[in-house]
């Protein structure tokens, strides 16, 4: 290998890097393959004026899994209901069809419309 310079893959990384020095001048580059499957590559000078400074960039096909919708699970509400008792309901005039006014008033029995047999 040479100096300055790493191609290693390590726990699944893939990844190189080289740099190199011209007196107090450093300059190099890095790039690993992101989980997606994108490249991230980082060009990076140092020096004594400047101090450090990074470009970084992304290239390559940025592919994600298809997300999973994962429905929640609803259990049925079960509840004993007592059989309904039917009331009879009288209905005010104004609600009552003009031909049953004049007939018999009518009566409503556990939703049932029924004729009164006065």
Do not use: W
């Amino acid at each position: 290998m040479q100096p300055g310079k790493c191609d290693r893959t390590v726990a699944n990384d893939i990844k190189s890097q080289h740099e190199s020095r011209d007196g107090d001048v450093v300059k190099g580059q890095y790039s690993l393959v992101e989980p997606d499957g994108s490249i991230r590559t980082v060009d990076y000078t140092a020096d004594p004026v400047h101090g450090f400074n990074a470009v970084v960039s992304k290239s390559g096909p940025s592919i994600h899994p298809p997300r999973q919708v994962v429905q929640p699970r609803i259990k049925p509400v079960i509840q004993y209901v007592p059989k309904p008792i039917p009331v009879p309901v009288e209905y005010p005039n104004q609600f009552i069809p003009e031909c049953s006014r004049k007939c018999r008033p009518l009566v409503l029995v556990s939703s049932q419309i029924t004729t009164d047999s006065r």
